[in-house]
């Protein structure tokens, strides 16, 4: 049964009274929807128990959840990852749409992102072409406009949250368009985490410049330029000192990244306020910190394999991270959940 949530507490020690946003409170099927009897009607005619396969007439005669996408979907309850959210519909969806328990799997979400890439290939692979790989090949051969797209990328980022979460609300979606009814807001919310996100990291590295500038100033010192010619061994410990300022930097944006990730989904999906999207985004992160901090340990090691590929694999790589943090987010935000039928007890 879903429990309230007032903001920052665990998802199961909330304050009593929360109001669901839609009419009819929790439970009341969707509007079109023949797919449960309540709470407690899992089994009854219509429920998951009866599942039958998916109907695209059904779906497309706009009785799926996309309809619902950029109405808040989460109302400040969680679920016990098999209460229905009230979206749920399987005939129209193609799966059981549970209500998120405030926590996240890593393993369930990387292992929808990289299905849904695969079985909705003509619109993420592209996704991953654009995105992965057209800006290391401008890089490659046309450096200054290699900067200019990724710039111009920063307002089409967006569109592709909100396309994640589009994919999360059906099986078998499809791009008919853009759909990115939060744009201005989403496009926000990214600049402002970016800059703090920025800001955080740049701290403790200003902080450790001191340390690493007594070995600079004693290295540049003693150089010689013909002596670097004769023996470049002699900037080892200059290149020391980069590697110390670097590796700091990738350690604190590491710790930092699970407190961050959240606020621009929270945004997209129009869950809250501005201010609340960030406030809860926040709160969504440091409640998940650890497996959210295995998540990117993961991404990281499956970006060090993709070098070896010459960063092909990235075509598939980066759609299947955002549609695995996609998934993430509705986990944390006691959202509608994509579960298979079969896996809820049908």
Same mark, same amino acid.
């Given at each position: 049964?879903?429990?309230?949530?007032?903001?920052?507490?665990?998802?199961?020690?909330?304050?009593?009274?929360?109001?669901?946003?839609?009419?009819?409170?929790?439970?009341?099927?969707?509007?079109?929807?023949?797919?449960y009897?309540?709470?407690n009607g899992?089994g009854?005619?219509?429920?998951?128990?009866?599942?039958?396969?998916?109907?695209v007439?059904?779906?497309?005669?706009?009785?799926?959840?996309t309809?619902?996408?950029?109405?808040?979907?989460?109302?400040?309850t969680?679920?016990?990852?098999?209460?229905?959210?009230?979206?749920n519909?399987?005939?129209?969806?193609g799966?059981?749409?549970?209500?998120?328990?405030?926590?996240?799997?890593?393993?369930?979400?990387?292992?929808?992102?990289?299905?849904q890439?695969?079985?909705?290939?003509k619109?993420?692979?592209?996704?991953?072409?654009i995105?992965?790989?057209?800006?290391?090949?401008?890089g490659?051969?046309?450096? #200054? /406009? !290699? @900067?200019?797209?990724?710039?111009?990328?920063?307002? %089409?980022?967006?569109v592709v949250?909100s +396309? &994640?979460? *589009?994919?999360?609300?059906?099986?078998?979606?499809?791009?008919?368009?853009?759909?990115?009814?939060?744009?201005?807001?989403?496009?926000?919310?990214?600049?402002?985490?970016?800059?703090?996100?920025?800001?955080?990291?740049?701290?403790?590295?200003?902080?450790?410049?001191?340390?690493?500038a007594?070995?600079?100033?004693?290295?540049?010192?003693g150089?010689?330029?013909?002596?670097?010619?004769?023996?470049?061994?002699?900037?080892? #410990? /200059? !290149? @020391?000192?980069?590697?110390?300022?670097?590796?700091? %930097?990738?350690?604190?944006?590491?710790? +930092? &990244?699970? *407190?961050f990730?959240?606020?621009?989904?929270?945004?997209?999906?129009?869950?809250?306020?501005?201010?609340?999207?960030?406030?809860?985004?926040?709160?969504?992160?440091?409640?998940?910190?650890g497996?959210?901090l295995?998540?990117y340990?993961?991404y990281g090691?499956?970006?060090?394999v993709?070098?070896?590929?010459?960063?092909?694999?990235?075509?598939?790589?980066?759609?299947?991270?955002?549609?695995?943090?996609?998934?993430?987010?509705?986990?944390a935000?006691?959202?509608?959940?994509?579960?298979?039928?079969?896996?809820?007890?049908?």
């Amino acid at each position: 049964m879903s429990t309230p949530y007032s903001g920052g507490q665990d998802p199961q020690g909330g304050a009593e009274g929360y109001q669901p946003h839609e009419p009819g409170g929790y439970g009341t099927p969707a509007a079109g929807s023949a797919s449960y009897t309540g709470y407690n009607g899992y089994g009854g005619d219509g429920g998951y128990g009866d599942y039958n396969a998916y109907d695209v007439n059904y779906a497309a005669a706009g009785h799926g959840a996309t309809q619902y996408h950029g109405t808040s979907l989460v109302d400040g309850t969680y679920g016990d990852g098999y209460e229905p959210h009230r979206v749920n519909d399987p005939q129209a969806n193609g799966w059981y749409h549970a209500k998120g328990t405030g926590k996240i799997d890593v393993m369930q979400a990387w292992a929808f992102g990289f299905k849904q890439t695969f079985a909705n290939w003509k619109v993420w692979v592209p996704v991953g072409l654009i995105f992965a790989l057209l800006p290391a090949a401008l890089g490659l051969f046309v450096t #200054p /406009l !290699a @900067g200019f797209v990724q710039f111009a990328f920063l307002f %089409a980022y967006p569109v592709v949250y909100s +396309l &994640a979460l *589009l994919q999360t609300l059906n099986r078998n979606w499809k791009f008919d368009g853009v759909n990115s009814p939060t744009y201005g807001t989403t496009l926000g919310m990214i600049i402002l985490v970016g800059l703090i996100y920025g800001f955080a990291i740049l701290i403790p590295i200003f902080g450790s410049l001191p340390f690493f500038a007594v070995n600079l100033a004693d290295t540049l010192q003693g150089l010689d330029p013909a002596q670097i010619e004769s023996d470049p061994t002699v900037l080892m #410990p /200059l !290149a @020391g000192a980069i590697l110390g300022i670097l590796g700091i %930097a990738l350690v604190v944006s590491f710790l +930092l &990244a699970p *407190l961050f990730v959240f606020q621009v989904w929270y945004a997209a999906d129009n869950a809250d306020t501005f201010g609340g999207s960030f406030s809860q985004g926040f709160r969504a992160g440091a409640r998940n910190y650890g497996q959210l901090l295995l998540f990117y340990l993961l991404y990281g090691v499956m970006m060090f394999v993709s070098l070896f590929t010459l960063g092909i694999a990235t075509v598939i790589l980066m759609p299947a991270y955002t549609l695995a943090l996609a998934f993430a987010y509705r986990q944390a935000s006691g959202g509608p959940v994509p579960v298979e039928p079969q896996a809820v007890g049908a």
